[in-house]
């Protein structure tokens, strides 16, 4: 079966070893982890960790029910790329010298839509949002021009959802008099 | 379980471990000491009347006999170790329990706090060890954190699909001081241990009952765990549904009952294999289509539907598709099935199984069980045992050729009478195990089968026999070589056997040794005698039985094969 990408958005506790018992799923099954981002959710309390592999729908899927035996795992739920929407971040460092020689770096900027996050005598900081493809192709271009650094970030994705699936989850056990703290 | 006390009282953290132990109702532990859980000791000490404590040998035996305890009492095992080696010693028993389902909490020592991460004497970093095999695990550093972590730990353990949870507890947790109370865990908001069942689902699986003209249902452990071993029979007698038993769903329903068709997978019966590609459905209940099971998968039940029942979700559609999935637990799920399903009447297709019994007689089970040559069979030792003891014992065993073959051959009349280590295949499990499972039902008789390799894997728990006086009864399956690695060397690796035979020790002198009564069969003459004499004994006993040499178990799926391949000889 043919691979392509999915996200995997996985709602959890904060707990120490939780990152352990998530990536060791992954690690099991011999599948890399392209990218990964961890941090507090929109609801206090939770975690939300977002996970980028190629794989296939079957896969995935089965990947989400494995992760959900966590017990301090809420929800893991898996999106192709057309069912979310979703960022990343990348940081590209140039000697602040170049950008004075002719406007190239400044127009490349501008046509990326990227900006200028910080600039001294020594260096810029420029930032671009997008997908991976994007930031690669501005990096391309703007290292000719000597990029000393280079960062990309993990994924930020948003469903396309009318709503976050967590939430019903939550209201689901409120409703069946279960708990819903933290223990 | 206990009423939990309202009433703080100030303690310290290790009597805060066995009061929360006792509020969880647990009144027997197995364990080893060392130096960082020794304040949990010294707290057993004063109430050893109301815990019980067995000493073993190794910590992988105190597993494998919580794993034996909980296996045929369905309570929670629990396990007390030391940290460092203590705890690594765990492991194999953590993982076995942890794929065969089995609720055994283990309690570690670990070294203090602020030694943490510091490659302190005797640390090791338990909790990452065993992360991929646990259900739960957890470090406590707090003495405050106790009661609520105990609690977690049997909870998790026991509800929907069971399995191990370790609980590490630092030595400062252990001497700290805290306000102790009793709250049991009722649920966990991260954590839905039994889906709720769906009529919809129901619904769909019923319909395909009504039509099918060929079903088979499979039993697995999970009706056994659930606890529906009634509604099975319920389900079964008005579908009129053959079924057969996975390794570990033996005894789910008794060996004579006229629905039973035998057992699953490579050295299961004839017609359940065979079958299996002329079905025209499968309600897999409680099992999780394991490649022993399955063998090839991508030929396996070819004309089928599939209706798969179980309580994780995470089994759905992992090995084999089902068309019809019914999540939750099988003693609500059962019931709403049998209450949408017609009955029926499926006498001639049960027939085609009598008919695959007859080839499977005919061609094999006769020449095991009444060999013409003058070695002693396997087959027939297990047999004679099992009619020995009206064939209503607690069957346990090792891994290898005689726990393939004591399955085939012993009989069941009652649920939870197997104790043997199936997803993991461990030997050393059994003499352990079997001192758990006579130990959590003492009225009954267990027997274990054990071979001359696997025996001397955890041999040292004749000491644990020994002292604590438990009557088990050994049957040493004595054939002088590693014998299931033996036959594969036979019949795929043309006659090579590399390091397989063994040069033993006289295992009479060793029993003897340990204070237990033994004796040695090698004519077929000599059998009922010294089998009688192990039933008629009242403590532990040692029968070693030497059979012949380079025997092989069939029917058998050669790997790689499909189940319709299956060999009888
Ligand atoms: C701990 C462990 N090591 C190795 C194996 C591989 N193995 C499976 S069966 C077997 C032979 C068992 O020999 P024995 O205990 O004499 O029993 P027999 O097969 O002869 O009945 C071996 C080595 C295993 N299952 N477990």
Known sequence: MIKQEFTITIFSENRIGILNQIVSVFTRRHINIESLTSSESAIEGIHKLTIVVFSNREEVEILARQIEKSIDVLKAYSFSHDEIVYQEIALYKVPTAKLFKGNEIEKLVRRYGARILEMTADYTIIEKTGHKGETQELFDKLDPYGVTQFTRSGRVAINKMKKEPLIDYLKNLAKNGLNTNIQ | ?569
């Open chain 2, 1 to 569: 379980m206990k009423e939990s006390k309202k009433q703080p009282v100030m303690m310290t953290g290790s009597q805060a471990v066995m009061e929360s132990l006792l509020n969880e109702g647990v009144d027997l532990m197995f364990g080893y000491p060392g130096g960082a859980i020794m304040p949990v000791y010294d707290a057993l000490y004063s109430i050893q009347d109301k815990l019980h404590h067995v000493l073993v040998r190794h910590e992988q035996g105190a597993v494998h006999a919580a794993q034996g305890y909980a296996r045929v009492t369905g309570k929670v095992g629990v396990c007390l170790v030391t940290s460092g080696p203590g705890a690594t010693n765990t492991v194999t028993g953590i993982a076995d329990a942890d794929i065969d389902s089995t609720p055994v909490v283990v309690i570690s020592g670990q070294v203090g706090s602020s030694l943490l991460g510091s490659d302190a004497f005797q640390e090791t970093d338990i909790v990452g060890i065993t992360q991929p095999v646990t259900k739960w695990n957890y470090q406590i550093t707090r003495a405050e954190e106790i009661p609520r972590a105990i609690a977690r730990a049997f909870y998790i353990a026991k509800s929907g699909r069971p399995g191990p949870v370790l609980l590490d507890i630092t030595k400062d947790a252990q001497f700290g001081m805290l306000e102790y109370t009793y709250e049991p865990v009722t649920s966990i908001r991260s954590y839905t241990p039994c889906p709720p069942v769906e009529p919809a689902q129901i619904e769909e699986a019923s319909k395909l009952i009504n039509l099918a003209k060929k079903p088979m249902a499979l039993v697995g452990q999970g009706v056994l765990i659930a606890g529906a071993e009634k509604e099975l029979l319920e389900f079964l007698e008005k579908t009129d549904i053959p079924a057969a038993q996975t390794l570990l769903g033996q005894s789910a329903l008794p060996s004579d009952h006229r629905l039973s068709i035998g057992r699953l997978g490579m050295h299961g019966n004839y017609g359940p294999n065979i079958k299996t590609n002329d079905c025209d459905l499968i309600i897999a209940l409680g099992m999780r289509f394991d490649d022993r099971v399955t063998a090839d998968t991508k030929n396996y039940a070819i004309k089928a539907k599939i209706i798969h029942m179980d309580i994780d979700p995470a089994e759905i559609n992992k090995i084999i598709h089902a068309d019809a999935p019914v999540l939750g637990n099988l003693k609500d799920s059962l019931p709403m099935l049998t209450a949408r399903v017609n009955k029926n009447d499926h006498s001639e297709w049960l027939e085609e199984f009598r008919a695959c019994d007859r080839i499977e007689n005919e061609r094999l089970i006769k020449r095991e069980l009444f060999p013409e040559k003058p070695e002693l069979k396997v087959a027939e030792v297990v047999r004679r045992v099992s009619e020995a003891y009206n064939d209503d014992a607690i069957m346990v065993t090792d891994v290898g050729q005689h726990q393939m073959t004591a399955w085939r051959y012993f009989r069941f009349k009652r649920s939870r009478s197997v104790v043997t280590s199936g997803g993991l295949g461990t030997m050393g499990f059994g003499l352990p195990a079997s001192i758990g499972a006579k130990l959590g039902k003492p009225d009954r008789p267990v027997c274990l089968f054990v071979g001359d390799g696997g025996f001397q894997m955890t041999i040292q728990e004749l000491g644990t026999i020994n002292q604590s006086k438990v009557p088990v009864k050994i049957i040493l399956i004595n054939n002088n070589f590693l014998g299931m690695v033996r036959q594969w060397q036979e019949l795929f690796f043309d006659y090579r056997y590399a390091s397989t035979e063994l040069i033993n020790p006289d295992f009479q002198t060793i029993a003897r040794g340990y204070n237990i009564p033994a004796i040695k069969v090698t004519e077929r003459k000599n059998l009922d005698k010294a089998i009688e004499k192990m039933v008629n004994s009242e403590g532990p006993f040692l029968l070693e039985v030497a059979v012949e040499k380079e025997g092989n178990v069939f029917p058998m799926v050669p790997a790689g094969a499909s189940v319709a391949d299956i060999r009888l000889e």
